[in-house]
């Protein structure tokens, strides 16, 4: 079955430092896979996706991931965290012929003025 | 920009009783989905809807669920008969057609109804 893992429940980086929240996979092919932001209170806001193609996409707000097959990861990283980036990281995971999502348990990033 | 909509944000019922959560899909949307998020827990998928019908539930959508577009527009969640532990947040998604050449993986999500059962 797929499952997506999420190692870090907590993150406290301190503004202006680099940030990367680690998200593993388990699924026999290569997953449609997904980052999303959730600020409190708020609903799922979507950072970036990979289907396809250049294994390193960019997103919203100045993050980026990227794809690497041999270790079943898809790592969000930004350089310079903002207090405002301060919210609950999903990494979400769909396959071909289904379109649901399966979502990690969630990384809480605080920020540190 | 077009988003998901959904009421209310916040419904507090009691246990037995039922409720109805409802959505509204972005417009040109064909695909449309329920998640739901205990409180400090991951997201889990109850159903997906396509078509007029289900096209894949998870084993958390009992025989207690329903999903329905009642008509254009609204997309609605009935919980039957409730009971503590559907306390939960509760997100609408939709997502475009093949047909539209858009990618329908990429999904939309709602901000959510938080019921509170007591």
């Known amino acids: 079955a797929q499952s997506v893992t999420q190692p870090d429940i907590h993150i406290t980086v301190s503004e202006g430092a680099s940030l990367e929240l680690r998200c593993n996979y388990s699924?026999?092919?290569?997953?449609?896979l997904f980052w999303y932001v959730q600020s409190p209170g708020q609903g799922l806001q979507l950072l970036l996706k990979y289907f396809s193609g250049d294994t390193l996409v960019q997103g919203i707000k100045g993050f980026e991931a990227e794809f690497k097959r041999s270790q079943s990861s898809f790592n969000l990283r930004k350089p310079s965290v903002h207090w405002s980036d301060a919210a609950e990281y999903f990494c979400a995971v769909s396959t071909p012929g289904t379109y649901k999502y399966i979502f990690g348990t969630g990384t809480r990033l605080k920020v540190l003025a | 920009e077009p988003e998901v909509t959904q009421t209310p944000s916040h419904q507090v019922t009691q246990m037995g009783q039922e409720v109805i959560l409802r959505c509204v899909p972005i417009s040109n949307h064909l695909y449309f989905y329920w998640y739901r998020q205990i409180l400090g827990q991951k997201v889990e998928f109850l159903v997906s809807?396509?078509?007029?019908?289900?096209?894949?539930k998870s084993e958390i959508f009992d025989d207690q669920f329903s999903v329905e577009r009642p008509d254009g527009s609204n997309f609605t969640l009935k919980i039957r008969s409730t009971k503590l532990e559907d306390s939960a947040m509760y997100f609408c998604?939709?997502?475009?057609?093949?047909?539209?050449?858009?990618?329908?993986?990429?999904?939309?999500f709602g901000p959510g109804t938080r019921l509170t059962v007591t």
């Open positions: 998604a939709s997502s475009e057609a093949l047909l539209s050449g858009r990618d329908p993986y990429e999904q939309y």
């Open positions: 809807f396509y078509n007029n019908e289900i096209s894949e």
């Open positions: 699924y026999g092919a290569t997953p449609y």
